[in-house]
């Protein structure tokens, strides 16, 4: 955190400029990434378990998901994630994307479960998903993602001087944040398409 102050007059003038405030590893930045990774949970959630669809739509959600993932490896997974996840980043667009792309997930996942027998008879939770590496990785980078753009919205409006401080503000900390997000969505791509070859070797 860098402090400026300024004096001058009789009494003083002191200004504290705190554009670190939101910083990649301050307390602040740490309760916006966990309210991001809930938001996306939440949103997951309401998808996957409280959306009530009948099995001729479960049947069609599944065929339409099928045909998305359709040949996808590894690269394709981080890719696919990587492009949802850089779009969250946009301050104010990226919380609402971030909310309907977990949304949306839910709701596919939701019509796997209740068209797949094997699932349905073990009463498998769709929150199981979030029990496994890369489904942790992912929720924590789609957790950034979603607080950077809240906090950048934040900042937008409440700061004067946007560009004297635009590379400390902005541009730096969602730099560093993009680049953290891409890590972990990397590592679980590779993890995640892992798992899918050992399931279908298992299967």
Same mark, same amino acid.
């Given at each position: 955190?860098?402090?400026?102050?300024?004096?001058?007059?009789?009494?003083?003038?002191?200004?504290?400029?705190?554009?670190?405030?939101?910083?990649?590893?301050?307390?602040?930045?740490?309760?916006? #990434?966990?309210?991001?990774?809930?938001?996306?949970?939440?949103?997951?959630?309401?998808?996957?378990? #409280?959306?009530?669809?009948?099995?001729? +739509?479960?049947?069609?959600?599944?065929?339409?998901?099928? +045909?998305?993932?359709?040949?996808?490896?590894?690269? *394709?997974?981080?890719?696919?994630?990587?492009?949802?996840?850089?779009?969250?980043?946009?301050?104010?667009?990226?919380?609402?994307?971030?909310?309907?792309?977990?949304?949306?997930?839910?709701?596919?996942?939701?019509?796997?479960?209740?068209?797949?027998?094997?699932?349905?008879?073990?009463?498998?939770?769709?929150?199981?998903?979030?029990?496994?590496?890369?489904? /942790?990785?992912?929720?924590?980078?789609?957790?950034?993602?979603?607080?950077?753009?809240?906090? #950048?919205?934040?900042?937008?409006?409440?700061?004067?001087?946007?560009?004297?401080?635009?590379? +400390?503000?902005?541009?730096?900390?969602? /730099?560093? +944040?993009?680049?953290? /997000?891409?890590?972990?969505?990397?590592? *679980?791509?590779?993890?995640?398409?892992?798992?899918?070859?050992?399931?279908?070797?298992?299967?």
């Amino acid at each position: 955190m860098q402090i400026v102050i300024l004096k001058g007059g009789e009494g003083g003038i002191e200004e504290r400029n705190t554009y670190y405030r939101f910083s990649t590893i301050s307390r602040k930045r740490v309760l916006f #990434l966990v309210f991001g990774i809930i938001l996306f949970i939440g949103a997951y959630s309401v998808g996957a378990m #409280l959306v009530e669809i009948n099995d001729s +739509e479960a049947q069609i959600i599944k065929r339409q998901f099928e +045909e998305e993932v359709k040949g996808i490896d590894q690269s *394709g997974i981080f890719l696919n994630n990587i492009q949802a996840a850089v779009w969250m980043f946009i301050p104010g667009f990226g919380i609402v994307l971030g909310v309907f792309t977990a949304f949306s997930t839910g709701v596919a996942f939701n019509a796997i479960l209740q068209t797949s027998p094997s699932f349905v008879s073990h009463q498998i939770s769709p929150l199981i998903v979030f029990l496994t590496p890369f489904g /942790v990785l992912e929720a924590i980078a789609y957790g950034i993602a979603i607080s950077r753009s809240g906090i #950048l919205s934040f900042q937008l409006i409440k700061t004067k001087n946007k560009k004297k401080y635009w590379k +400390e503000k902005f541009l730096i900390p969602t /730099v560093i +944040e993009i680049g953290i /997000v891409t890590s972990l969505l990397f590592i *679980g791509a590779i993890i995640e398409w892992q798992m899918v070859q050992q399931s279908v070797r298992v299967g």
